[in-house]
DNA sequence: AGGACTGTTGCACGATCGTACAATACCACG
DNA sequence: CGTGGTATTGTACGATCGTGCAACAGTCCT
């Protein structure tokens, strides 16, 4: 049991990068385990580090998961910028890019719903961890709010509006990752684009 | 740590009727506790009976919470039905009843929210709870198909209607349940209707 | 070069997990 | 009124869980 690999010796890292590896780990194991074979020992063989480890940068194994949720949403934060600056200046153009980027890799990932779905297991039971859930949708909401805006859609609909993307593509993106063989990424970008043609009513 | 209640003389039941109550018993304890906590002896003890029972009863864990998904799903999809049996014969009352039943007690519920996401958890990483899932929602799908069929909606365009409803429905419900401040059920209610008016086009 | 700092290891500990199994107690039936 | 069948109990077992901690080792500073 104490070591099936050759055991290369043990290198230090920086406490950074040392960090990243694990929460880079720790969404791996999500990913190929699911939230119930995630554990400190699985997350530390994936890492290539002992167990204690774990213990020595995160507080306890929800602080990690916790932590692991919070790169997601900056990784998918980052992607969805990334698209809506790549698609210039015309206020719809960066809308749809928003959106459609929801479901293209790296968001539309089967590692990222593992996380997702982890820490939604775990809104229910602590406090702490549904109010960073708070923070992070609305985040997502804000966002969505000013491509809104400047598309002309008026204050008083801009609140409903906002949520009413933000669920759809939610629920798109979670049954195309659920199970991928029901409809493809285009399709899914396509209804939401079709949404927000109605929400924008540009006819 | 033998017994902290008085222990009441165990009492035979009706194999059905026990196995109703375990499974109700394990939707209670998801609810209270999340996927984390729900274990063998929790799920017993909220049921008041043995934790041995539930071998008895269910191949495992697993099969019980498998279980508890389909109970919730027959629940739901029954509270469905019936709201639209209510609804009369006009198709769009029917299919406004349809959605708007979604966020509405028994449906938006945090009980069920916590089954879902216990189920999910599962999905990654066990084939057959995958088909199990895939199969729920493609009866919520073909349910809805129909709907919008008596609506009018062309048959070119009623399988991407469909998944378009199903997940605006679906994202509404997940983000009512995930944090019940940031909207209320009626508006939720309001965008599920704007979307089938843009929807059937009935302008 | 040598000593201090700390990243890292490896293991021990108690708790809890899911499951198996023999013993028990209830109930229907002869 | 026994008696067999089975629902139910209680517990034991091995595995795995998260965490704490003393020892080790790599790196940097003086």
Redesign the interface.
């Known amino acids: 049991m104490t070591n099936s690999t050759p055991l290369p010796p043990p290198r230090r890292a920086e406490p950074d990068v040392r960090r990243q590896s694990l929460i880079a780990a720790c969404a791996r194991v999500l990913?190929r385990?699911?939230?119930?074979?995630t554990s400190v020992r699985v997350i530390a063989r994936e890492a290539g580090v002992s167990p204690g480890l774990i213990t020595h940068y995160f507080a306890g194994i929800d602080a990690l998961i916790a932590a692991t949720y919070a790169d997601v949403d900056q990784t998918v934060s980052a992607a969805l910028e990334a698209a809506v600056a790549d698609a210039g200046d015309d206020p719809r153009a960066r809308l749809d890019a928003f959106v459609t980027a929801s479901f293209a890799p790296p968001i539309a990932d089967?590692a990222l719903?593992?996380t997702w779905?982890?820490f939604?297991?775990?809104?229910?039971?602590r406090a702490d961890i549904?109010r960073q859930?708070?923070d992070q949708?609305?985040g997502f909401r804000d966002r969505l709010t000013l491509l809104l805006a400047a598309c002309g859609v008026p204050g008083e609909r801009l609140r409903?509006a906002a949520?009413?993307v933000?669920?759809?593509?939610?629920?798109?993106w979670?049954?195309l990752s659920?199970?991928p063989?029901?409809?493809s990424a285009d399709?899914?970008g396509?209804?939401a684009r079709?949404?927000l043609?109605?929400l924008i009513g540009f006819l």
């Open positions: 990913a385990e699911g939230a119930a074979g089967r719903l593992a779905i982890a939604w297991s775990l809104v229910t039971a549904a859930h708070d949708y609305a409903l949520i009413a933000t669920a759809l593509v939610d629920g798109l979670l049954e659920l199970s063989g029901c409809f399709e899914a396509a209804i079709a949404h043609d109605s």
